[in-house]
């Protein structure tokens, strides 16, 4: 059994949010993959995408019902990071709580570490 902690943790409202994207997808799906890219004016997005397999060095995290791939150039950007789901009046979308953020532009498109 591994005891190491989940490269990633998924809440409630994130794991439905995905199963729901999964299931109207249309095909079958491996999961999900999250990765980083340069982006905004503080350096770095979060990236999602369907993952119709898994490859070798993706981070797999299965929580809650649910397969979460991080793309193996994220993983160090991501680690300890909680990925929500949250609906407004004006936006929804996913969320990421992640502790190795050092900033966040002001409309939180992006992040640097």
């Given at each position: 059994m591994n005891d190491r902690p989940l490269a990633l943790s998924v809440t409630d409202a994130a794991a439905e949010r995905v199963k729901a994207l999964l299931a109207s997808r249309g095909k079958p799906s491996a999961g999900v993959r999250i990765g980083v890219r340069s982006k905004g004016c503080s350096g770095l997005s979060y990236t999602l995408e369907f993952a119709d397999e898994k490859n070798d060095f993706d981070e797999i995290v299965e929580d809650k019902g649910v397969t979460i791939m991080i793309d193996p150039k994220a993983t160090l950007f991501i680690l300890g990071t909680e990925m929500d789901?949250?609906?407004?009046?004006?936006?929804?979308?996913f969320v990421f709580s992640n502790p190795n953020e050092k900033g966040r532009c002001g409309c939180g498109e992006s992040f640097h570490v």
């Amino acid at each position: 059994m591994n005891d190491r902690p989940l490269a990633l943790s998924v809440t409630d409202a994130a794991a439905e949010r995905v199963k729901a994207l999964l299931a109207s997808r249309g095909k079958p799906s491996a999961g999900v993959r999250i990765g980083v890219r340069s982006k905004g004016c503080s350096g770095l997005s979060y990236t999602l995408e369907f993952a119709d397999e898994k490859n070798d060095f993706d981070e797999i995290v299965e929580d809650k019902g649910v397969t979460i791939m991080i793309d193996p150039k994220a993983t160090l950007f991501i680690l300890g990071t909680e990925m929500d789901y949250v609906e407004d009046t004006l936006e929804s979308g996913f969320v990421f709580s992640n502790p190795n953020e050092k900033g966040r532009c002001g409309c939180g498109e992006s992040f640097h570490v």
